[in-house]
């Protein structure tokens, strides 16, 4: 028998237009006094609007925060903090992609039991309490609204993580008409990245590695990989829309408890210092990374071959599967659209070798690959993905 822990949000609504019904959702658990995190392009859209006038219509007073940015920084949290004091907050609403949502559970956090944010970074540091939270996702791929984590820059280039089950907000809500609008280059990077949430999480060697994240990442496969290319390629597709964001929050499930690894690791460097987005960066390094992987994982990629993609349950043996599986995946990213160089976003030959120094850093991260990576290895994979 192997032991394991498991947690998630406690409370998951499923629901198109769900966010307009927020206030008689969330409005009780969250008091009187709503500090609402966000950022100024939703604000712009009129995308918060019905959540707004939801909350005000069951007696919420919310204070909006909308200079939330993409990859969010300590300044940017510490001010939300200081609205949200200023507003005398009872509760916090993250409304917005994985950025928003980050910033509304470290202010959740800062604002409900005044730790000083130095001691909660790292696994399990954050004390709590934090404020009532309910997280509301515009994006379908990082899985925030279930996962403990939350990512802030700081400095110039320094992410830093808190991680703890302190964090996981009370209520998510998943309304799939808030991602209609998505972008075609935002609906498949995210989509793939939530992809690699689930391949990663199944694949983990992470002791706590468990089976309902397994069962809960080949759910995710199944959605994700029968419509990703319909919500890329006909956004207004609802039903699309929806099983791409319940299948990246299945995946966040699962690999909130079974941790991603060098998929994640090695595309760090390439998002930390090109400024490539979080999926396009995973993307970028999937198909290599899981080459070098299957020495050792064949077997397992093999178990999901034909979750994602159903007509490889025709390919024979784990060898063939998992090779048929790699290069599906790679087929994919092309038929999105997306780039698959690394050259075509600006890296070059000469910097490889600092990112592959960079990647090793990532050590909460690599300890969970199937296959252990050196340095060598990792400046291999970059040189193989250029
Ligand atoms: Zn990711």
Request: aromatic share 4%; with cysteine; hydrophobic share 45%.
């Amino acid at each position: 028998m192997t032991p394991f822990t498991f947690n998630t949000t406690p409370s998951i609504v499923f629901e198109p237009e769900a966010s307009a019904r927020l206030g008689a959702l969330a409005g009780r658990r969250l008091g009187p006094s709503i500090l609402f995190v966000t950022d100024p392009g939703l604000r712009r859209l009129g995308l918060c609007e019905p959540a707004l006038a939801s909350l005000e219509a069951e007696g919420g007073k919310p204070a909006v925060f909308d200079a939330v940015e993409a990859d969010p920084s300590r300044a940017t949290l510490m001010k939300a903090v200081e609205a949200g004091r200023a507003a005398g907050a009872t509760g916090v609403v993250g409304f917005g992609g994985g950025s928003s949502l980050d910033v509304a559970k470290l202010a959740a956090l800062l604002l409900g039991s005044g730790e000083d944010l130095d001691q909660a970074w790292g696994v399990a540091q954050a004390k709590g309490p934090r404020l009532p939270l309910v997280l509301v996702p515009t994006t379908a791929g990082t899985g925030s609204e279930v996962t403990p984590v939350s990512i802030i820059t700081v400095g110039d280039d320094e992410k830093r993580g808190v991680s703890s089950p302190v964090i996981l907000p009370d209520i998510a809500v998943l309304d799939a008409a808030l991602t209609l609008g998505l972008p075609p280059a935002i609906t498949a990077a995210t989509g793939v990245d939530a992809m690699v949430h689930a391949i990663e999480a199944y694949a983990s060697r992470s002791p706590n590695n468990n089976p309902l994240s397994k069962m809960l990442a080949r759910q995710a496969l199944r959605l994700l990989g029968a419509n990703i290319e319909k919500a890329v390629f006909e956004g207004g597709d609802i039903e699309a829309r929806g099983a791409m964001l319940l299948g990246s929050m299945l995946a966040g499930q699962a690999f909130a408890n079974s941790p991603v690894a060098a998929v994640h690791a090695l595309a760090y460097p390439i998002g930390g210092t090109f400024h490539v987005p979080h999926g396009l960066s995973n993307a970028l390094v999937l198909p290599h990374v899981l080459r070098f992987n299957a020495p050792d994982a064949a077997h397992l990629y093999a178990e999901i071959a034909a979750d994602a993609f159903p007509h490889l349950s025709r390919e024979d043996g784990d060898q063939g599967r998992c090779a048929a599986f790699i290069e599906e995946l790679a087929g994919l990213s092309k038929r999105l659209g997306m780039q698959t160089r690394l050259a075509e976003v600006g890296i070059g030959a000469d910097d490889l070798a600092g990112m592959a120094a960079d990647a090793m850093k990532q050590t909460r991260l690599l300890v969970n690959n199937p296959r252990p990576v050196t340095e060598t290895d990792a400046l291999a994979i970059y040189k193989a993905a250029l």
